[in-house]
């Protein structure tokens, strides 16, 4: 067991609260960063994989991990991806060699690229779900931008309850959690 490795990865994967997400080029006011995004697509993907009954674990697994290689080769947004080669698969292996957990994770980043599994389908739509929200929360009042950016996203999606609930963010008003425990709470 290589402790120096697996505290140097740690220090590494705590650099991706610093890395403020790409579509910051096109949208002014975004604070979040790849360490928010993985954590609410982690959550997303629990819930889907639930109610999708596939394997919860593979699936956190798969939404916690899917973009640590950034702390490597950076966000590419669409743009970005036009014109530059990542080498999203070289930073991956480079970053997991010498750690205990390296082989099960890099199996489940490549079954997570390759879109085979029940699980690598619900935990992408995990992370599209996560750009759903954070689209209607950023363009909440402005519904013209938010509906092309929510169409484009919501072509991605596969399974049923993605789409379903893809319906209900793009109808929601992301203070609505709020209002409602105002309301429970003052009853």
Not at 26 to 46: L, T
Not at 113 to 141: G, N, W
Not at 154 to 180: C, G, H, M, V
Request: proline share 1%; hydrophobic share 35%; net charge neutral.
């Amino acid at each position: 067991m290589d402790i120096n490795k697996i505290t140097n990865f740690f220090f590494e994967i705590a650099t991706l609260r610093r890395l403020t997400r790409s579509h910051r080029q096109m949208i002014q006011e975004v604070s979040d960063n790849i360490s928010d995004h993985s954590f609410r697509v982690a959550i997303i993907g629990m819930i889907l994989a639930n109610l999708d009954q596939c394997d919860e674990n593979k699936v956190l697994k798969m939404c916690l991990f899917h973009d640590v290689a950034e702390a490597r080769t950076g966000d590419a947004n669409f743009i970005n991806k036009q014109y530059t080669v990542l080498h999203e698969k070289e930073a991956q292996k480079d970053q997991m060699q010498g750690l205990p957990i390296a082989d099960e994770i890099l199996e489940i980043l490549q079954e997570y690229k390759q879109r085979k599994s029940k699980e690598s389908i619900v935990a992408k739509d995990a992370d599209l779900l996560d750009q759903m929200v954070l689209q209607q929360d950023y363009f909440y009042k402005d519904e013209k931008n938010r509906k092309r950016w929510q169409d484009y996203t919501e072509k991605s999606l596969i399974t049923d309850s993605a789409k379903k609930i893809a319906k209900q963010i793009r109808e929601a008003n992301p203070f609505e959690w709020l209002y409602q425990l105002k309301k429970d709470k003052t009853l």
